[in-house]
């Protein structure tokens, strides 16, 4: 029986948007200009690696379309990278990234081998598509009013989540695996999740792509100590921003979100840090309070 990587790989539905750009590595000069770094990069290099063509996040995975991507880094099937996928979807192997290699990757799924966890899945999963997605929309304008519309949408996933309580669980799990269920469903999450579900919330209903505020692309990781590496501000506090707690900036052990604005005093921050979660806290509720940090609210 032929190896997985002596076939092609089985088709299914496509996934995510056009092609937002070709891509060419630094020695595709002077024939093409190279393309500069960006999400959309992460993106397909989160799909080759699933494709079992590129290393795994445990070598990070950085934004850069390198020689060594296109091209692959050695004969080692797991090295490969764009021309190796190429290669065996029968596409001519330059490494470059245009409409054919996109949409083959777009429809593509994983291996159908033990090897491989996410057998059957597609190479482009959510995570790769929110990458890609989010590089779209920084190439435009967002709205004037998109902002406004992520700052009520956060507002309102925090006072429904309040309000429903009962139904909603506290427990530390990854990855995070209530992304865009209404609290009034109920789920279980922890204080970082809570915090990066609102904002997927806001994305999942304004239409905007907003960012996972752990740089993570929404791929159900992160905790206190991704969510502190925004950027700090002082009063007066706007929706969306996020309080940070504990023993120093290295070791931080909880997180609150902004729903109302205000300064220390008047602003209103949703807790979800215990069974008896989520409710309405003051910033100052605790004395551990390290700083407090706002994350992107678009690309």
């Known amino acids: 029986m032929a190896a997985w990587y002596e076939k092609p790989y089985k088709g299914g539905p496509m996934q995510g948007p056009d092609l937002p750009r070709p891509l060419y590595p630094p020695d595709a000069a002077p024939a093409y200009t190279p393309s500069k770094d960006g999400k959309d990069v992460l993106a397909w290099k989160r799909a080759i690696w699933r494709g079992g063509r590129w290393q795994g996040p445990a070598s990070g995975f950085d934004d850069s379309f390198?020689?060594?991507f296109s091209h692959g880094k050695s004969g080692n099937v797991g090295e490969t990278g764009i021309a190796g996928f190429q290669r065996q979807m029968g596409i001519q192997p330059t490494g470059y990234i245009g409409k054919q290699t996109a949409n083959a990757i777009r429809s593509a799924l994983v291996p159908?081998?033990?090897?491989?966890?996410?057998?059957?899945?597609?190479?482009?999963?959510?995570t790769a598509v929110n990458l890609l997605e989010e590089y779209v929309q920084e190439q435009k304008q967002p709205p004037a009013d998109a902002?406004?519309?992520?700052?009520?949408?956060?507002?309102?996933?925090?006072?429904?989540?309040?309000?429903?309580?009962?139904?909603?669980?506290?427990?530390?799990?990854?990855?995070?695996?209530?992304?865009?269920?209404?609290?009034?469903?109920?789920?279980?999450t922890d204080c970082s999740g809570h915090s990066t579900c609102a904002y997927y919330w806001a994305r999942k209903t304004?239409?905007?792509?907003?960012?996972?505020?752990?740089?993570?692309?929404?791929?159900?990781?992160g905790y206190t100590g991704t969510l502190v590496n925004n950027p700090k501000v002082s009063s007066p506090y706007k929706v969306g921003d996020l309080g940070l707690y504990g023993s120093s900036m290295s070791s931080t052990s909880h997180v609150v979100t902004c729903y109302a604005a205000g300064d220390a005093n008047t602003s209103k921050w949703c807790s979800h840090g215990s069974e008896a979660a989520p409710y309405s806290v003051a910033l100052y509720y605790r004395?551990?309070?390290l700083c407090v940090v706002r994350p992107k609210l678009t690309p």
């Open 66 to 68: 390198s020689n060594g």
């Open 112 to 126: 159908d081998d033990p090897s491989f966890p996410h057998a059957g899945e597609p190479l482009l999963d959510a």
């Open 147 to 188: 902002t406004d519309n992520v700052r009520k949408a956060i507002t309102d996933y925090c006072k429904r989540s309040i309000s429903s309580e009962p139904k909603i669980h506290y427990q530390q799990v990854r990855p995070i695996a209530c992304f865009g269920v209404p609290p009034e469903n109920g789920f279980t």
């Open 206 to 221: 304004t239409g905007v792509a907003v960012p996972d505020p752990n740089g993570n692309g929404y791929n159900g990781y």
């Open 287 to 289: 004395s551990d309070l």
